[in-house]
């Protein structure tokens, strides 16, 4: 009974906020009310069997005495369902999803919670744009449809015109038209040339060596013939000319290796030449020859 | 300018003080008012606001001349050229700086809109950016609008004038009142780009019929299911009126501000916590209704009255008619005013008309020397007892402007 009288006063403070004047026994059932409400809410609708309903009803008088009822039926809860009038009477309990509703107007809310103002003609272009093409909109269309494609045509052909062996022919075939489609692909962001394929460094070396070996052939022939060709295309050493991708912290100078910087007799001239200079006396070779040269200019 | 010759206008009372002001400074007349709350015991003469305001003027303008008496109970304002946001003047970068004070217990729109009937006519574009420790971005309970309603009521305005490009609005930091209404926290940047000769004629004689609503309820530091709350009833109000109602909700956390003490001359606090609503209804004409209720800075009100007595306050400033709602009265009576030499004609609602402020507004503009306004019924179909004011515009248009 006691405990019983705790949750009551628990619950009652809540009421007697919003209307002080009325009776504690419309206020107990006010709050029953909401917390069955609170409750329905939360998990499911309660089924209240009929006959306790009506009981209630007929008993609604004697507040003390219900409230003894209610603590004898002890931790069943069904008792707050007293507030209800009869069966005719329907709770609707709305579920909105506010999450589905958020994603749905986002693009409304971008377009209102900005910092220009909101502009109504601006809200309906949106709308309008893809319903109706006017004749002359659709010529326009067409029109610009044309200058585009003739310009990726122009860009494709100066850009592939190597592959092409006589100008007549202006879309590549065979090979030359999958050789065109890699090009485009490097274009577009392809990593690797479609061609350049794995294989073991024996068969490419042999290939190379192969292709070497046909140019020399040609370029001998020709000599033979009397013929003038191309020059020879400088040798690529990709090796010696090209900087090494490294990584990220290593050191700018020297070999790191085994938790020591390794320097070799090149780099330790290198920070050595440096040194000499800014002490400028005696100095290298390089320098004497600069002075020399200054001087005989005077 | 030419007001050298001319005696000053004088006026009285604190009343309509900003408007008169900015009329001074369109027209380049000297105004002298007096008799600024002579009466009160604890604080005679200007507010705080006002002051600031004043301190707003002089870094929009160049060469104008203030004089406060000592007790602040007169002022004498010679308006200079309204330069705008030109560097060297008050600007740092193209920006005006403009601090509001501690104590400063009215809204950030008591600013925002008379600089907008300001700055149109400009010689350079304004940016504003306010900001320091009374800057309240909401509604307050001394009726000014908040800034969200300023954004979406106010400045589509413009529009009806061709001015609409480059105006901005930015919110950076939302703040309601503080404690006993004084002071917020927030920091809005305000742009305007659009500067012109000549405002267009405008006749604005249809209503239309309200097509849309929308609004925004902010949260500042407390929970954002009070927006939830507000939008919900609403909703349920405007829904079955108007059924394209959409109310967006933005929740933000409160600014925190230094308050230095002695024991802790570091310290900071929260400020302006609290909720509110602004609503906006769009008619299929283009006019703009506003409405906006926020949390008391006492508290003690439930979001659910906040929501019904927003919805509330919009039906009745529909309710009221007309093509103009009472807040942008001043606003649109100035621009017509200040338009070319030729009849402009609106149609505001019987009682949007008969409003004190309108009143005292057409008084102030006559003494500016505008020509009366023409009033007269509304006829045809959408009467409903309106009036509609001819206004003949004075053609002065933007000073700034005349030599190029």
Redesign the interface.
Known sequence: MIGKRKRDTAIVPRATTFDDEETPQTNTESSHDIFRKFFEAQFQPLDVPGAQITRRDDAEGESDEEASELSDTGSNWDGLSEGEDGPEVVQIVEHCD?KSLDLM?KK??KA??T??????LVDRTPAKSPKRETESDKDENEIDADHLKNDLALQRLLKESHLLESASDLAPTGKNRLKALDLRMQELGSKESLYKQRMPSSHRRGIQAKAEMKENKRRKEARENGIILEKPTPKANANSSKRRERGVGGPSIGKFAGGTLNLSKHDVAAIQGSGRSSRGRGGSRGRGRGRGRGRGRR | MASTSQPPLRFTSHKNFVYRLVFSTLTGRTIHISQIRPSSPTNPGLAPHEISFLRLLDAVTNGSQMEISYTGTIVVYKPGLITGSATGTGASGGVIRHELPVGCTRGVSYFLIPLCLLAPFSKSPIKVTFSGPGVITSATPTGDMSVDSV??AI??L??QFGI?NN?????LKRSNPGPNGRGGGGEV?F?FGHQLRLPKTLHLMNPGRIKRV?G?AYSVGVSGSNN?RMIETARGILNPLVPDT?V?S?VSSAPFVPAPEKTNPSGKKKIGLGFGLSLVA?SST?CLFSADVASPPSGGEAPEDIGKRCAYQLLETVSKGGCVAPAAVPVMLGLMTMGSEDVGRIQVGREVMAAESTIQLARDLAKFGAPGWGLRDASGENENGDVIISVVGRGIGNVGRKVA
């Open positions: 506010a107007d409304a809310r209102f919670m910092a220009k103002p909101p502009s109504s | 954004r979406t400045l589509p413009f529009n609409f105006i901005e609005l930015r919110i940047q742009v929308r925004v939830a959409y967006f933005d769009e283009g």
